[in-house]
């Protein structure tokens, strides 16, 4: 039976600012999705929340891009933008939608969305990702170390199917275009490119040996969008997991290691990227520290058993306390860079007026 499973999120107002999402938003969503999920639109569904973004997880058999699915994602999130977070004012309400009307898809109107469809295995782990505070690039250190780290993925070594390696889909998200580039042979190409997290974002993981999809990720910039800031986009990420691919484990080590990424207080810091259980995807210190939830399902025929609370689990525990270790040295660098991203990628910066204030005030000096 082949299968699609859609992640689509928006940030439709957060509650005491940009730290969580209502409760009451979710709720709406559920019961939207349920119906959908009666009239036979969707298989089955799981709603939740990273930090101030709503995460509609769901399943379906019509296909990636699915103009009635993107639909259904786009009317929840704007009916629960009218209804709940403008009558409560919620902070940011609506801030995702960068559209008045729906045009048959919900890309580049404001939501992130990661879609795959593929033939449902004989058993199916599916693993699911939202982020908070962050942007799609965050994920360029988790997927490369997952599919392409030999010290991360036994499997690359061990596991015959895995071991002819994958292929990347790259995006350029400035020029618009991609590239498929194939490891292990050609992994320092793409590592010159993953590096530079703000541009060249990972799309799409197949398996070499067969082609299948492995991993799907959102590739938007809401910022690149809308020609001017008008939110952060925190990023999703699908992947199948075990016979033939990394398994689980595998793929959760990639988030051992709470590397730094950039997103953090007004979309304009670099923090550590700390895993966090269901409970604690809110974004408090610094608006942050960016955080990422991961939710695991088994499906059966496009049904959702599950989720497991993936990082709800003291083998975590270490991750946290270093990211917090992390999050505390950065943070003593105040406006400094690298904890402040470059001008070029800060979202919100005074330097036009600052320069403007002070251009008389320039004078030519000497060339050291
Ligand atoms: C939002 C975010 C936050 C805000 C910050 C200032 O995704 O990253 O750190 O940028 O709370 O928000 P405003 O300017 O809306 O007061
Ligand atoms: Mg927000
Ligand atoms: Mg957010």
């Known amino acids: 039976m082949r299968i699609t499973t859609s992640l689509i999120k928006a940030d439709i107002g957060g509650v005491a600012g940009h730290v969580v999402v209502h409760p009451k938003l979710e709720e709406l969503a559920r019961k939207k999705l349920q119906e959908a999920k009666e009239t036979g639109l969707i298989i089955d569904f799981y709603v939740y929340h990273a930090g101030d973004d709503l995460q509609l997880f769901m399943t379906h058999t019509r296909g990636e891009n699915n103009p009635e699915i993107h639909k259904l994602a786009w009317d929840i999130f704007v009916e629960a933008t009218e209804k709940i977070s403008k009558p409560l004012k919620l902070y940011g309400a609506g801030q995702d939608l960068l559209k008045e009307a729906f045009s048959g898809n919900v890309r580049g109107m404001g939501p992130g969305v990661a879609e795959m469809e593929f033939e449902e295995r004989k058993s199916e782990p599916v693993l699911v990702f939202s982020a908070d505070k962050t942007e799609p690039g965050a994920w360029n250190f988790i997927l490369y170390k997952v599919y392409a780290d030999p010290f991360n993925t036994a499997g690359l070594v061990i596991d015959p199917s895995m071991h002819a390696g994958f292929i990347f889909e790259v995006y350029d998200v400035y020029e618009h275009k991609g590239v498929k580039i194939s490891t292990p042979e050609e992994t320092y190409d793409l590592l010159a490119l993953i590096g530079t997290t703000g541009r060249y974002i990972v799309k799409r993981v197949y398996r070499k040996s067969d082609g299948e999809i492995a991993a799907v990720s959102s590739a938007t910039r809401l910022n690149l969008i809308a020609g001017r800031y008008v939110g952060k986009d925190d990023?999703?990420?699908?992947?199948?997991?075990?016979?033939?691919?990394?398994?689980?484990?595998?793929?959760?080590?990639?988030?051992?290691?709470?590397?730094?990424?950039?997103?953090?207080?007004?979309?304009?810091?670099?923090?550590?990227?700390?895993?966090?259980?269901?409970?604690?995807?809110?974004?408090?210190?610094?608006?942050?520290p960016p955080r990422v939830v991961g939710l695991g399902f088994s499906l059966h025929d496009g049904h959702l058993e599950g989720p497991?609370?993936?990082?709800?689990?003291?083998?975590?525990?270490?991750?946290?306390?270093?990211?917090?270790?992390?999050?505390?040295?950065?943070?003593?660098?105040?406006?400094?860079?690298?904890?402040?991203?470059?001008?070029?990628?800060?979202?919100?910066?005074?330097?036009?007026?600052?320069?403007?204030?002070?251009?008389?005030?320039?004078?030519?000096?000497?060339?050291?």
Request: include cysteine; glycine fraction near 6%.
């Open 308 to 368: 497991v609370d993936l990082f709800d689990d003291p083998a975590f525990d270490e991750t946290r306390k270093q990211a917090q270790i992390i999050a505390d040295y950065m943070r003593r660098h105040g406006p400094f860079m690298p904890h402040r991203l470059g001008p070029e990628e800060m979202e919100y910066t005074t330097l036009p007026v600052v320069l403007e204030k002070l251009k008389n005030r320039f004078v030519p000096v000497e060339a050291e």
């Open 235 to 288: 990023p999703v990420l699908i992947v199948r997991a075990q016979h033939g691919f990394p398994a689980t484990g595998e793929v959760l080590e990639a988030f051992a290691f709470p590397h730094l990424v950039a997103g953090w207080m007004r979309g304009s810091h670099t923090g550590p990227l700390m895993p966090v259980p269901l409970k604690d995807a809110k974004c408090t210190r610094f608006d942050g």
